[in-house]
């Protein structure tokens, strides 16, 4: 079982930026592949970005270039990094552990945050 915590998310203008954070428990943080999803009311949750366990990285194609995904081990903590913001940005955003299958897909992860909303205002 994984525990996951999401913050950092928030009211903020267009061009604003924000860092989410996400702490996991277990003793093998270090080991698991994990994503960021988002959702915004009245649409299904989608991929933002995921990052491995050896670094790699992928990203949604329209927050590539804004926003990035990095992870500390020591801490058990990975980050979202979102520049650049803009009002479609606006969702409650995941974090998840990824289980198998493709990092894209939603049905590839098995625990989940509760999310943290982030509004960007136009």
């Known amino acids: 079982q994984v525990q996951l915590v999401e913050s950092g998310g928030g009211l903020v203008q267009a061009g604003d930026s924000l860092r989410l954070s996400c702490v996991a428990s277990?003793?093998?943080?270090?080991?698991?592949?994990m994503g960021w999803f988002r959702q915004a009311p009245g649409k299904e949750r989608e991929f933002v970005g995921a990052?491995?366990?050896?670094?790699?990285?992928f990203y949604l194609d329209s927050v590539k270039g804004r926003f990035t995904i990095s992870r500390d081990n020591a801490k058990n903590t990975v980050y979202l990094q979102m520049n650049s913001l803009k009002p479609e940005d606006t969702a409650l955003y995941y974090c998840a552990c990824h289980g198998s299958g493709s990092y894209y897909a939603r049905t590839a992860y098995d625990y989940w945050g509760q999310g943290t909303q982030v509004t960007v205002s136009s």
């Open positions: 990052i491995t366990s050896t670094g790699g990285r």
């Open positions: 277990g003793r093998t943080f270090s080991s698991y592949d």
